[in-house]
C-alpha cells in the first residue's frame, strides 16, 4: 500500500519485482493500483488482501464458480485458507468443508461458515465437491485425488481443482488414473494465471468487504523496531510491520 500526492491511499499489485512498498518514498505504476476508500484501517487491509486475493481472484476469474456449488478448502486453517472458507459462503456456496490436519484449529472454522471439517484420512467425505481450493499441493492433494474420484457419485459431473499454495510440497506424485478417473480440470491461480487488470478489478469489492468486517482478519500492527522479536514469534495473527 502506498500514499499517494493527493493522499490517496492505494493498494499496488506488482509484478514479480524485488522491489516492495515498504519505503518512506517508492515507484509504483498507477495502473496497476486501485484507490482505497477514505477512513479504511490499512492495518486490516494489509493483513488481510493477499490471503483473501487467492481465494476471491480463484473462484471470480479462474473457475466458472456460482452461488449453490460445494466447496473443500484444502489447507483450511491456515490464513488464506480461513479466508477461503468465509469467501466461499459469501460468495453463495451452498456447502464448504474444511480440511486441514490440526483439530483444534479446524473446530473454530465452524463459526466462520465451514459447514464441515475433516482430517485428511475423512476426504472421502468431500468426494462430491464441485471445486477445490488447494493451498496445499504435495501429498495432501496427491493422496486426496484418487479417493475423492474415485468416490464420487457422478464421475462425469465437472470438478474444478484451482491450486494456489503448495506448503506441503512443490510437487505431487499425482497417478495418471486420477485425471482419467473423473471428469477433473486441475487449473492453477496467482499472478500470471489471471490477468492483472482483471485482479484490479476485483480488489475495490474485496476492500469493501474487508472494511465491512464481512471477512474476519486476525491482524495484529507491530513497530518495525520490533521486527526481530515478531519475526519468530508463533501466532496465528497476521503481523503488519508498521512504522
Ligand atoms: N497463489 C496465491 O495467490 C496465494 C496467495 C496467498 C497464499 N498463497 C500460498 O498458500 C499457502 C498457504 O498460505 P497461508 O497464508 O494460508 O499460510 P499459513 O497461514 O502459514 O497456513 C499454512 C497452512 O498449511 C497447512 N500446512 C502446512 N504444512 C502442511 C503439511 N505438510 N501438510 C498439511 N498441511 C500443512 C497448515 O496447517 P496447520 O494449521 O495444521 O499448521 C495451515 O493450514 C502458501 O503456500 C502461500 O504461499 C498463495
Do not use: C
Not at 496445499?136 to 486426496?144: E, I
Not at 472494511?211 to 500492527?221: E, T
Amino acid at each position: 500500500m502506498v500514499r499517494d500526492e493527493e493522499g490517496n491511499l492505494r493498494y499496488v499489485v506488482l509484478d514479480d519485482t524485488a522491489l516492495g512498498t515498504f519505503a518512506d518514498r517508492t515507484l509504483i505504476d498507477p495502473r496497476r493500483s486501485v484507490i482505497l476508500p477514505d477512513g479504511i484501517d490499512p492495518v486490516r487491509i494489509a493483513a488481510a488482501m493477499n490471503p483473501a486475493m487467492s481465494s476471491w481472484i480463484a473462484l471470480r476469474r479462474r473457475v466458472d464458480f456460482h452461488a449453490g456449488q460445494r466447496v473443500l478448502v484444502l489447507g483450511a486453517t491456515g490464513n488464506a485458507g480461513r479466508m477461503a472458507v468465509q469467501i466461499a459462503k459469501l460468495f453463495g456456496a451452498a456447502h464448504v468443508i474444511a480440511a486441514g490436519r490440526d483439530t483444534t484449529r479446524l473446530k473454530a472454522l465452524a463459526a466462520l461458515g465451514a459447514d464441515e471439517t475433516i482430517t485428511f484420512d475423512q476426504i472421502g467425505r468431500a468426494a462430491d465437491v464441485d471445486v477445490v481450493i488447494d493451498y496445499l499441493w504435495g501429498d495432501p492433494a496427491a493422496g486426496a485425488l484418487i479417493p475423492m474420484l474415485t468416490l464420487r457419485a457422478d464421475r462425469t459431473a465437472p470438478l474444478a481443482w484451482i491450486q494456489i499454495g503448495s506448503i506441503a510440497g512443490q510437487t505431487a506424485p499425482i497417478p495418471s488414473a486420477a485425471l482419467r478417473s473423473a471428469r477433473v480440470q486441475i487449473v492453477g491461480s496467482g499472478i500470471g494465471s489471471v490477468p492483472a487488470r482483471d485482479i484490479l478489478a476485483e480488489l475495490p469489492e474485496l476492500a469493501s468487504a474487508v472494511a465491512a468486517g464481512s471477512i474476519d482478519v486476525r491482524a495484529r500492527a507491530v513497530p518495525l523496531a520490533e521486527v526481530a522479536r515478531a519475526w519468530t514469534a508463533e501466532t496465528d495473527d497476521r503481523i503488519v510491520f508498521v512504522p
